[in-house]
């Protein structure tokens, strides 16, 4: 036999695993002698026996569970279904982490037709016992049973209309009465069978209804959002019930210890009069602020308040507290550590630490990392985002707050943004060519497409809010309007989108600006005094590299040079190259890109101030480049001295069946050394000459793509070091650079101490090597991840959550093969994992020297790296 139920008595804060959090803190209240009422818990490895004992509750749980109740009965002094004074419990879910609202809660469990009756003689009370038996019966329903609360809903809107009354509380015993019977018959009627009369029938039911409500599709999804693992299962409280609904010196609420939106000190609640459980949330009565309640009951009052900062500082951070008084008796029902939004966060951590309740290393940890990107964005001005009307709603791809005029296509979107006007760019969905018109864009809304579409992903990389998927839109590109929420909108008309949400509104709602000060800077001071892991930026602009710097970036840990061949000026040149005969003339084409480049980079160098830069050649297969509409196919024809025909020909020569693994990466530069030559030129010329313009020090970091042989690598090294030194000849430098490698294709990481041989670093590719090693596309994925996760095949997307036990071991083995022939090889990684939390931590504990994200995750990633680097030291200091 092993112990699955624990009398709170039994308990303490740190069985959170074993007991969920409600648990552990009605254990805990118990135990500092707050006024808990009594009861048990059911421990979540009961929860994990009932999924794997096919849904079922074993003998020996149930056993144990008549044990406490007895137990409870001997404290209560009650029986459970005693006819007279019957023992009522509440039946409570409460998993290890919190899920507000996700999973279900049964009151005044114990009741029926004949107790009822008891328990009104007994409290003299017929109206509260009426009351709470209707309460049962409506949740029972609902929770155990599943019955839509419809039913329920309609027959005590039909009593009040019919009575005239506006409130719950106006209806009188005779009317609940009523209301019992009618409720029963509707539950005989859906369920074919009575309203069950046995309480302990009704109590193992409830118990399984908790149980199964781990699994609901509400709780999956919210356990996907925020990471928390389906093997931990929910704990179940059971508890004697206390009544806030029996009159006028009775009541429920809950309140905070500080304020959970701005994180001011002072208790923020609300509370009910001769109300019960949820009422306060959910009631159509507007609830009393909890400062009502000195004028109401000074006595409970004062007890509250004095309880509250018991508990904040038994707990040393702010408590979410419920609670229930009956007949002016105060009582807490939960306790924990209050859910507040990022600025909160900051604010109470700051003020603890002031306070000398927190270090500022637990002050560093107590910042959801993954909450600052709620900072890191224009945000709507509160007020007005109230009066905005929602049309329509789809995947917060990108977050963030934008609002501008509408425009359908990229060009038009640059040149309304060179008028000065903020610009929204609407689109079926979005393609490489984009890149420009979103770069433009405050926002981006699209009809198709997932959280890893192509929109999302480069949104998020610019830091543009954007709202992808939106399936109940219609989009005419080429009349220029979009249909939504039964409303038309037109070129230059205004809407604004929150990327935070989802939410899409008609208009323009103004906005305002974020910034790294005053709590978030001492915070963020904080959290580099902890760090190991550097911190750098994926970036492909001056722009995006200054930004980076403002916030906290250390280098460039990935800069794309294919996104610099998009400009409208280039990309003829660009494609001249890609579709020339000959190496000459692909020569010719590419010398005139050489100006570019290098103005690109120099531009890039001066913005990161002298740190590392981490340049990545030509990556995409080049069909990308080519021209799409015959227009530009003409132009290039002209431009060439080629036919029409030609072009076409040679356009489709590029065609390939599965371009993400064809002609791309390194592979072009053994086709076409040409091409890492002239970016070699581009690279060594601009750092020679920013070091002598600025004083820098810079060792550009070339990084070549793709690689899965060192013969390959060594080729194109080949290529890159006799430009180099026929550059830094030319210019009589002595420039130091260095030459390494993505790892991005499995076999590079099998081949990693081979690979490492030539390459001076690593940078682990996370993007591609994920898609490699699963064998599935990200832009492909969105179709089937969903019935992965229906299935529980997959927790979490991979491309989002670094996949730590297949991906992650081939990070860890080539790290370490690379170690052996190379100690003091760099390694970093880039790609989407670099600015995720859990990803990050992976990457500290398997000895990366630094991640490289989004520049507007990079406050995020420097915080993970602090809080990944304190918990290491702890664990290491434990053992
Ligand atoms: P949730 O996790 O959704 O907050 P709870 O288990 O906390 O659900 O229950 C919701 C509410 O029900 C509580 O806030 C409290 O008001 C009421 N409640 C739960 N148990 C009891 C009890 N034993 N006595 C009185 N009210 C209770
Ligand atoms: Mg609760
Ligand atoms: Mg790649």
């Known amino acids: 036999m092993s112990k699955r139920v624990y009398l709170f008595t039994e308990g303490n804060a740190g069985m959170r695993n074993l007991l969920g959090g409600k648990g552990a803190g009605l254990a805990e209240m118990t135990k500092i002698g707050l006024p808990i009422p009594n009861g048990f818990t059911i421990s979540t490895e009961a929860c994990t026996d009932y999924y794997e004992e096919n849904k079922t509750i074993s003998e020996d749980t149930q056993r144990q569970i008549y044990e406490a109740m007895s137990w409870l009965e001997e404290r209560q002094g009650k029986k459970f279904g005693d006819t007279e004074d019957p023992l009522l419990v509440s039946v409570r879910s409460g998993a290890r982490a919190s899920m507000p609202g996700m999973m279900d809660t049964i009151l005044n469990l114990g009741l029926n037709d004949v107790s009822v009756e008891g328990f009104a003689r007994k409290t003299g009370n017929p109206r509260f016992a009426y009351d709470s038996y209707r309460r049962f019966i409506q949740m029972f329903s609902d929770v155990v049973m599943g019955m839509s609360k419809t039913f329920f809903d309609s027959i005590l809107d039909g009593t009040r209309r019919a009575k005239g009354y506006v409130y719950d509380y106006e209806l009188t015993a005779e009317d609940l009465k009523d209301i019992i019977s009618r409720f029963k018959a509707v539950y005989a009627e859906k369920m074919g069978q009575e309203f069950p009369q046995d309480p302990r029938e009704q109590l193992m039911a409830a118990i399984q209804a908790v149980f199964r409500s781990w699994d609901n599709p509400r709780a999956n999804s919210y356990r996907r959002m925020y990471d928390i693992p389906y093997s931990w299962g929910t704990a179940v409280n059971v508890q004697a019930m206390v009544f806030g609904n029996k009159g006028d010196t009775s009541g429920t609420g809950v309140a905070f210890t500080r304020s959970p939106s701005t994180g001011a000190k002072g208790i923020f609640g609300e509370y009910l009069i001769n109300a019960q459980g949820e009422d306060v949330v959910a009631g159509i009565r507007t609830p009393q602020p909890i400062t009502k309640l000195q004028e109401d009951m000074p006595e409970v009052y004062k007890q509250f308040i004095d309880s509250a900062k018991i508990l904040e500082n038994h707990y040393r951070d702010m408590q979410d507290m419920e609670f229930t008084i009956e007949e002016g008796k105060l009582y807490f029902l939960q306790t924990r550590n209050g859910k507040r939004t990022a600025q909160a966060a ?248 050489i100006p570019y480049q290098k103005g690109d980079f120099k531009g890039i160098y001066k913005a990161m101030q002298g740190m590392p830069v981490t340049i990545r050649f030509l990556d995409p297969p080049l069909h990308e480049f080519v021209p799409t509409t015959e227009e530009d196919m003409r132009e290039l024809a002209d431009d060439m001295n080629l036919t029409l025909a030609d072009v076409r020909a040679r356009c489709d020569a590029l065609h390939e069946f599965n371009p993400m693994m064809g002609h791309r990466g390194c592979r ?119 019935d992965y996760y229906k299935s529980k095949i997959y927790e979490a997307d991979p491309f989002a959550h670094l996949d730590q036990n297949g991906v992650g071991q081939l990070i860890e083995m080539a790290a370490a093969k690379a170690k052996k022939v190379r100690p003091d090889i760099h390694m970093g990684i880039c790609g989407e994992h670099g600015g995720d939390p859990a990803s990050i931590e992976f990457c500290n504990r398997a000895g990366l020297s630094y991640v490289s994200c989004s520049p507007f995750r990079v406050p995020i990633a420097r915080l993970a790296a602090a809080q990944a680097e304190i918990k290491l030291r702890r664990e290491a200091k434990e053992s």
């Open 346 to 593: 900051l604010q109470i951590a700051c003020d603890l630490v002031d306070e000398n309740m927190i270090t500022p290393e637990e002050a560093v940890l107590r910042i959801e990392a993954q909450s600052l990107d709620q900072l890191l964005h224009p945000n709507f001005d509160v007020q007005a985002l109230k009066n905005g009307r929602v049309i329509g709603q789809a995947l917060p791809a990108s977050p963030g707050a934008a609002a501008g005029r509408v425009y359908f296509d990229a060009d038009d979107a640059i040149a309304a943004r060179t008028e000065g006007q903020r610009v929204i760019l609407v689109r079926q969905e979005t393609s490489p060519e984009d890149i420009e018109g979103m770069h433009a864009a405050e926002g981006v809304l699209t009809m198709r497409g997932g959280m890893t579409s192509h929109a999302a992903v480069v949104a998020r990389g610019m830091g543009t809010c954007c709202v992808s998927g939106c399936g109940d839109m219609t989009v005419n590109e080429a009349e220029k309007y979009f249909e939504l929420g039964g409303v038309t909108v037109r070129e230059g008309d205004y809407i604004s989108l929150d990327g935070s949400t989802g939410k899409i509104y008609l208009g323009d709602i103004p906005t305002v600006e974020a910034s790294i000060t005053g709590n978030f800077e001492r915070i963020m001071k904080w959290a580099d005094s902890f760090r190991r892991l550097r911190v750098r930026t994926n970036a492909d602009t001056p722009a995006d590299a200054e930004n980076a710097v403002n916030l906290g970036a250390e280098g460039i840990g990935l800069c794309r040079t294919e996104h610099m061949f998009f400009a409208p000026e280039r990309i003829p040149k660009i494609r001249r190259m890609i579709l020339s005969d000959t190496t000459e003339e692909r020569e010719a084409a590419l010398n005139e890109l």
């Open 668 to 786: 072009l530069s053994v086709t076409y050394p040409e091409i890492a030559r002239m970016q070699t030129r581009a690279v060594i010329e601009a750092a020679i000459e920013v070091n002598a313009e600025c004083g820098y020090h810079i060792e550009p970091e070339i990084m070549v793509p793709l690689v899965g042989d060192k013969k390959e690598l060594d080729v194109v090294k080949k290529v890159i070091d006799s430009t180099a030194e026929q550059v830094k000849a030319e210019k009589g430098s002595d420039l130091v650079y260095h030459v390494g490698t993505m790892i991005e294709i499995p076999r590079a990481a099998l081949m990693a101490d081979s690979i490492a041989e030539s390459a001076e670093f690593f940078s682990f590719g996370t993007n591609d090597l994920t898609q490699m090693t699963f064998g599935f596309s990200r832009d492909d994925a969105g179709k089937f991840l969903q």
